[in-house]
């Protein structure tokens, strides 16, 4: 079985940053995109950031310029630095990614728990 694993989240001043990660555990084979998504109380979750195995990036436009996603695929980890946060991206981080399990024929979409994110003076 395998798991994604989120930690970095917490309470911020606006302005400040934060470095959000994510371990994928268990028997894996590869894993394809990794990325990071965001659900805001009382709206849906939306994509904050993606990055292929080979280190495409593909950003929203509300983090571009101001987040940055990069990932260790020797320790099956991705990674989201965010700079100059603001208030409005105060919500729940989920990590995502498109994994290959050593006993699967193909990859399965796995998501972590979510770590929070608050963005408050």
């Known amino acids: 079985q395998v798991q994604l694993v989120e930690a970095g989240g917490g309470l911020v001043q606006p302005g400040g940053s934060l470095r959000l990660s994510c371990a994928a555990s268990g028997s894996i084979s590869d894993i394809n995109r990794m990325g990071w998504y965001r659900q805001a109380p009382g709206k849906g979750r939306e994509l904050v950031a993606l990055?292929?195995?080979?280190?495409?990036?593909n950003y929203a436009y509300s983090g571009k310029g101001r987040f940055t996603i990069s990932r260790d695929n020797a320790k099956n980890t991705v990674y989201l630095q965010m700079n100059s946060l603001k208030p409005e991206d105060t919500a729940v981080y989920y990590c995502n990614a498109a994994v290959l399990a050593t006993s699967a024929y193909r990859y399965l979409d796995v998501w972590g728990q979510g770590t929070l994110v608050t963005v408050s003076s």
């Open positions: 990055i292929t195995s080979g280190g495409s990036t």
